[in-house]
């Protein structure tokens, strides 16, 4: 087990769907470069391997593949718009049962007034995708963090990452994930029936971003990581997964 404040290695490995944006680049950025085996999905296995191949910094640790082949990996990231979520959860539910999905999907829209949540029958894109996941362990997460602060830059990214999800050993692997990358801490942000309001408060950052001309991550005040009990039996270690290398 990774005490708070220490940064974990990763033995994992990652999936993510919709790699081939900006957002699932970043993250297959970040986590290769803490040390982890990613494996960056698309609807083209081709493009996927263009993408992973052009990624800086991840020192041959991200392979291009298909959905439903990063679909198989240990810890699976959703990163398509809130469009295609739906349509592609359905498709992949069997490929990605008994796996922990991290949900980083913001259902919004966009009018001449900026950006606004847009109504999900579900709730939230995570609802959504635990609804259409009943065998998977759905966290919502890293929804607030910018592809480009993702993208550029090594350890100079300092923001926290509200981390939601009704299954707490899934939700605390995911918190030690995002603590294994440097400059960011993970915190537990409550129940998945929050995602809403997670998924939500993006809307803001967007504005808050286009008045200040920057990429503003979140930083909570006056939390302190020790009082939250971590589950004993969360690995970031050991693959449950064959060899991927
Ligand atoms: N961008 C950010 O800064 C940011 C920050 C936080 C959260 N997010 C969330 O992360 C998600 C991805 O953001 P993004 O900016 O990376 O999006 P994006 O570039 O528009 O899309 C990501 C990838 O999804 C795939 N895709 C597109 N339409 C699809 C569809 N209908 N069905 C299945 N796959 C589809 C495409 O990959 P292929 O064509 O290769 O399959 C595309 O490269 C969004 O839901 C967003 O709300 C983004």
């Known amino acids: 087990m990774t005490e708070p404040g220490e940064r974990a290695q990763i033995g994992l490995v990652l999936g993510v769907l919709g790699g081939t944006g900006?957002?699932?680049?970043?993250?297959?950025?970040?986590?290769?470069?803490?040390?982890?085996?990613?494996?960056?999905?698309?609807?083209?296995?081709?493009?996927?391997?263009?993408?992973?191949?052009?990624?800086?910094?991840?020192?041959?640790?991200?392979?291009?593949v298909t959905n439903a082949e990063a679909a198989g990996a240990d810890v699976v990231f959703i990163a398509v718009p809130y469009e295609g979520h739906a349509a592609l959860l359905t498709e992949l539910s069997e490929a990605l049962a008994g796996r922990i999905v991290v949900d980083c999907v913001n259902p919004l829209g966009f009018d001449k007034r900026g950006a606004f949540a847009l109504d999900v029958p579900e709730g939230s894109a995570a609802e959504q995708a635990a609804a259409l996941l009943p065998r998977s362990r759905v966290c919502?997460?890293?929804?607030?963090?910018?592809?480009?602060?993702?993208?550029?830059?090594?350890?100079?990214?300092?923001?926290?990452?509200?981390?939601?999800?009704?299954?707490?050993?899934?939700?605390?692997?995911?918190?030690?994930?995002?603590?294994?990358?440097?400059?960011?801490?993970g915190l537990d942000g409550g129940s998945l029936r929050l995602a809403r309001h997670v998924e939500a408060l993006t809307a803001v950052l967007i504005a808050v971003n286009k008045?200040?001309?920057?990429?503003?991550?979140?930083?909570?005040?006056d939390v302190d990581e020790t009082r939250r009990t971590v589950d004993n039996s969360v690995?970031?270690?050991?693959?449950?997964?064959g060899d991927w290398s």
């Open 22 to 64: 900006a957002q699932g680049r970043g993250l297959a950025r970040r986590f290769a470069m803490a040390g982890a085996t990613v494996l960056l999905g698309s609807r083209d296995a081709s493009r996927a391997a263009v993408v992973a191949a052009g990624i800086a910094d991840t020192q041959g640790r991200v392979r291009g």
């Open 140 to 185: 919502a997460a890293f929804n607030h963090i910018g592809a480009q602060r993702l993208l550029v830059g090594h350890d100079d990214i300092v923001t926290d990452v509200l981390v939601v999800g009704d299954d707490l050993v899934a939700k605390d692997t995911v918190i030690a994930l995002a603590c294994a990358i440097p400059g960011l801490r």
């Open 235 to 241: 690995d970031l270690i050991h693959p449950s997964m």
């Open 211 to 221: 008045r200040y001309k920057t990429h503003a991550g979140m930083r909570l005040t």
